[in-house]
């Protein structure tokens, strides 16, 4: 089992950047993948970004955010940190971002972490 603690999120305006941070801990060791999704009110979630923990130029960047976001990840002795750089932030980015991790061998992703809210607004 894996702990993800998102932060960074907060209010911004159109145009501005936010650098979103998450932090896992945990029995990291079986842990193959790190990834961010969305959840803007009254709609489904949706996956922003999701990179390997072994190789973090397997980073994947969904369509509506690509050119704008990046997605790195820090390994560390204890934690894996997982990271979501935006730039150029429109409205339609507002939502609750969540942090996730896959174990090895699962098809989906696992344990989430408690999201942070992102607001833009214009």
């Known amino acids: 089992q894996v702990y993800p603690v998102e932060s960074g999120g907060g209010s911004v305006q159109a145009g501005e950047s936010l650098r979103l941070s998450c932090v896992v801990s945990g029995s990291t060791y079986n842990t193959c993948s790190l990834g961010w999704f969305r959840q803007a009110p009254e709609k489904e979630r949706e996956r922003v970004a999701t990179?390997?923990?072994?190789?973090?130029?397997?980073?994947?960047?969904a369509d509506p955010v690509k050119g704008r976001f990046t997605v790195s990840r820090e390994i560390t002795r204890n934690t894996l940190n997982l990271f979501l750089r935006m730039n150029s932030l429109k409205y339609e980015d507002t939502a609750t971002y969540y942090c996730?991790?896959?174990?090895?061998?699962?098809?989906?992703?696992?344990?989430w972490g408690q999201g942070t809210q992102v607001f833009v607004f214009s």
């Open positions: 996730a991790a896959r174990r090895c061998g699962d098809v989906t992703f696992t344990n």
């Open positions: 990179v390997d923990v072994d190789n973090e130029n397997s980073a994947t960047i």
